[in-house]
């Protein structure tokens, strides 16, 4: 499957995808960053976003023995920039606020 059916599936797609093993989270990850890498210098929709640590935590996914059981598995989810995120600022939506990484939550 190409990055562009990817990235048009649902997300009760992706997880089907997934479970049955006709794609991994890995590459439905790839799929969402090179759409992001295409789009969003027009849209600018995501503030912050780490290719790599998508990639390390989307293989974190396909190396779990129950992926097959996680209800949300290999669905990428974008977190607004006014929740902590553990190594990500939280802005609120504003480029006044501190660009320091945000310590108490892990997702």
Known sequence: MDALDLTALTAAEIVSQVRDGHSSAVDVARAHLARIAEHDPQVGAFAEHDPVRVLAEAGGVDARPDRFALPLAGV????????????????????TTAERPAATTNW
């Open 76 to 95: 990428p989810v974008a977190v607004p920039d006014d929740i902590d995120v553990s190594g990500y600022p939280t802005r609120h939506g504003s480029a």
